[in-house]
């Protein structure tokens, strides 16, 4: 557990250093106003499909020992994955952030994102709730 | 000089390749997927299950560790955006400082504008709208696809599914309109 909490304190320390819990970071991306999320997020892609190859090829085992395997994720109609991430679209570019940055700007001092933090919370119960009704 | 070094903002090729080793990392070490958006519903199935069949299962067992992860990330987020803050404005393009100010966003120090996200703004109608909705939005979208910018966009690419590629895009897409229609009109006046 431990390590996990690490891996966290690292990764909430590149998102604020990398600038990607800034909000003018976002929004300068999604009006196609500049690179710098691009790269970040291309050369992100790279060095994770890079390592996945790697642990993949060699079938590593990790160090808890299990072997290592990433589930594919089921395509079913695929109405949840264009809906789904258009509502998630539109609530990261109103907002500014998505999840892992909404948590990190907590620590950094801007409590008001506590709020937006419980309101995503809802949402994915209000989900849970309607499920069942919903196509996947 | 040390100093100034540390709080430094990192530049793209720091910062991307980094993001991409906590994905690798995290596999590494327990065979876990990074995702963060699953925590929302660990916190749900942790706190208000109720007797909603998606939030009936062991979410120690499956989910502890990333709950343990984001804890990290809080903390993180302290010391990269407080102990080790940038002083500088962030230096996004001309283009968008231009941009931003048709939204009445003249001021890019911090990590947001402080004009925009305060306790008064949430009590606003546009200010509640913009972070309330945003987030229930998020939260909402993110569970339905079954993924955010961590699970999807990175794990999921790099492991090219294309599932992923397709939400991706949808975000984006989404992204963009969202702050292009949606943004002027809920920002303060």
Known sequence: ?136 | MIEELLHRSWPWYVTGPLLGLVAVGLLAIGNKQFGVSSNLRHLCAAFLPGNVAYFKYDWRRTGLWNLVFILGVVVGGFVGGVLLANAQPVAITAAAQVSLATLGVRDSSGLVPRRLFNWHVLLTLRGFLMMVGGGFLIGFGTAYAGGCTSGHGITGLADLQLPSLITVISFFAAGAAASFLLLPLLVPR
């Open chain 1, 1 to 136: 557990m431990t390590a996990y909490f690490v891996m966290g304190v690292f990764f909430g320390i590149v998102l604020t250093k990398g600038e990607l819990v800034s909000w003018f970071r976002i929004e300068e991306a999604l009006r196609f106003k500049g690179l710098y999320l691009y790269l970040v997020f291309a050369s992100a892609v790279a060095v994770a499909a890079a390592g996945f190859a790697l642990l993949k090829r060699r079938r590593a085992r990790s160090l808890t020992g299990e072997p290592i395997a990433i589930p594919p994720k089921v395509m079913g109609s695929g109405v949840r994955y264009v809906v789904g991430g258009a509502l998630f679209g539109l609530g990261w570019g109103i907002v500014g952030a998505c999840p892992g940055p909404l948590f990190a700007l907590v620590g950094a001092g801007v409590g008001v994102m506590a709020v937006v933090c419980l309101a995503a919370v809802a949402g994915t119960w209000t989900y849970g709730y309607l499920r069942p009704r919903l196509p996947h």
